[in-house]
């Protein structure tokens, strides 16, 4: 099942760049490709988190801009 899940992950993390420049929902299918690799796996897990903190940074910086 844990290779199952890895797998799924990966091909959902492929189809989610190709979406990136083809019509569609690439970054939401990225993420979810992404956290189905991070539940298996601790060190997809942590950049998840790093990337969840620098994002909300990112906003937070662009909201007192404007």
Excluded: H, N
């Amino acid at each position: 099942m844990r290779a199952l899940s890895i797998l799924a992950g990966a091909v959902l993390i492929a189809a989610g760049l190709f979406m990136l420049v083809a019509p569609g929902p690439g970054i939401l299918v990225l993420l979810v490709g992404c956290a189905l690799i991070a539940e298996e796996s601790q060190l997809m897990a942590r950049f998840l988190d790093g990337s969840e903190v620098g994002i909300r940074r990112l906003i937070s910086t662009l909201r007192k801009k404007v």
